[in-house]
Antibody, heavy 121, light 108 residues
């Protein structure tokens, strides 16, 4: 059974940092591209970042470029999102999501349960 | 970026009703469209991709159609477990993928 379990969310002050993790199991993690998608409270879905299966190709949404860093450790079946210079508008549930595509973010067939990041003083 | 709109933003329907949700892209997306279902407090679930391809395990009462800029999600006979919010998402302009704002389906 495919499982994605996020962790690392919490309350952080504006300008602070947080590192999210996503532990994958039930599939060959190193064969799949992965993404982070977020959802602000009561709002819709926003794609945040993508990483290829090898980690060699990375993309970011303009809203987080230069502040967030996606990475992965295929030996540990884990995906990460380092979030720096956090702003109130980054407050959201962050989901890791497995990508069905091959050449950049496409569509997502498995999602984690999400981890809540709250940026507030 | 390609902008996605959905209509209606919400609808009320009864069990057994046929429900249609429309998704429109600001430019043609060549069927590079996915649909997701999200229930409160839960992660989204993939329903369809490539506009009309049903994801494995998804009931056949869900179907998708469309071309160019206009796409539809149809639920042929609404079931109690289908009350949720539905999102479309284009991946034609990858990596600049975008989601629609969502359509909430609730009980009449």
């Amino acid at each position: 059974e495919v499982q994605l379990v996020e962790s690392g969310g919490g309350l952080v002050q504006p300008g602070g940092s947080l590192r999210l993790s996503c532990a994958a199991s039930g599939f060959t993690f190193s064969s799949y591209e992965m993404n982070w998608v977020r959802q602000a409270p009561g709002k819709g879905l926003e794609w945040v970042s993508y990483i290829s299966s090898s980690g060699s190709t990375i993309y970011y949404a303009d809203s987080v470029k230069g502040r967030f860093t996606i990475s992965r450790d295929n030996a540990k079946n884990s995906l990460y999102l380092q979030m720096n210079s956090l702003r109130a508008e980054d407050t959201a549930v962050y989901y890791c999501a497995r990508d069905r595509g091959y050449f950049g973010p496409e569509y997502f067939d498995y999602w984690g349960q999400g981890t809540l990041v709250t940026v507030s003083s | 970026d390609i902008q996605m709109t959905q209509s209606p933003s919400s609808l009320s329907a009864s069990v057994g009703d046929r429900v249609t949700i429309t998704c429109r892209a600001s430019q043609g997306i060549s069927n590079s469209l996915a649909w997701y279902q999200q229930k409160p407090g839960k992660a989204p679930k993939l329903l369809l991709y490539a506009a009309s391809r049903l994801e494995s395990g998804v009931p056949s009462r869900f179907s998708g159609s469309g071309s160019g800029t206009d796409y539809t999600l149809t639920i042929s006979s609404l079931q109690p477990e289908d009350f949720a919010t539905y999102y479309c998402q284009q991946y034609y302009s990858t990596p600049r993928i975008t989601f629609g704002p969502g359509t909430k389906v609730d009980i009449k």
